[in-house]
């Protein structure tokens, strides 16, 4: 059955860094997502992304925060400077039509120290 | 302010029995709810989804109604068994929000053997 994958599956970094978090969809899904979930807290929404351009995002989803479909495959999340709130686990999620079920990835536990 | 609320203490039942699990929201007029098992350390898992003009919907041993009047949903599993055991999570979806979902803080599922 086709998955979402994410990679790094952990990743440490020093506060003010910037870091790069990748997925890679399902290849026939056209719309994408970030979550994240603090831990023993609620999966938040960050943004949408539909057609080469973010089609929702939260308050969560300020400018230190931007994503990328470089190519076919790959979406990614950019955190520009890491602060230490940030630390969480990071998932990626993509459907293949609106308001229809989403296939979440196996996530990124982000630790900001 | 809006709000969706799933029973955060943890839901211990007999293995072969029911277990129903509640989403109520407040402040909200969902076009689609979505219920997701997660497990430890993993990105959630669709289940089902059920629009707001459906009352329930049904797969295999799992069931979920939609009361929009009450602001309500249930999830229902029959005959459970101990690899249920996961955190449920309830999901809300509004009309042009992008296909943003938005999460209950869920409730874990504890079945006995």
């Known amino acids: 059955e086709p998955e979402v994958t994410q990679t790094p599956s952990h990743q440490v970094t020093q506060m003010g860094q910037e870091v790069i978090l990748r997925c890679v969809p399902i290849?026939?899904?056209?719309?994408f997502y970030w979550y994240r979930q603090i831990l023993g807290q609620k999966v938040e929404f960050l943004v949408s992304?539909?057609?080469?351009?973010?089609?929702?995002k939260s308050e969560i989803f300020d400018d230190q925060f931007s994503v990328e479909r470089p190519d076919g495959s790959n979406f990614t999340l950019k955190i520009r400077s890491t602060k230490l709130e940030d630390s969480a686990m990071y998932f990626c999620?993509?459907?293949?039509?609106?308001?229809?079920?989403?296939?979440f990835g196996s996530g990124t536990q982000l630790s900001v120290l | 302010s809006q709000k969706i609320e799933q029973n955060s203490e943890a839901l211990n039942i007999q293995e072969g029995k029911t277990a129903t699990l509640t989403c109520n929201y407040t402040?909200?007029?969902?076009?689609?709810l979505q219920w997701y098992r997660q497990d430890p350390g993993r990105g959630p898992v669709f289940l089902l989804l059920?629009?707001?003009?459906?009352k329930e919907k049904r797969k295999e041993r799992l069931k979920v109604t939609f009361d929009t009047t009450l602001k309500q949903s249930l999830f229902h599993i029959t005959a459970s068994q101990p690899a249920d055991s996961a955190t449920y999570l309830c999901a809300l979806g509004v009309r042009n929000a992008g296909n943003m979902l938005t999460f209950g803080g869920g409730t874990r599922l504890m079945v006995k053997p």
């Open positions: 402040n909200y007029s969902p076009a689609y």
């Open positions: 059920i629009r707001e003009n459906e």
């Open positions: 999620a993509s459907s293949d039509r609106a308001n229809e079920k989403l296939f």
């Open positions: 992304f539909y057609n080469n351009e973010i089609s929702e």
């Open positions: 290849s026939n899904h056209l719309y």
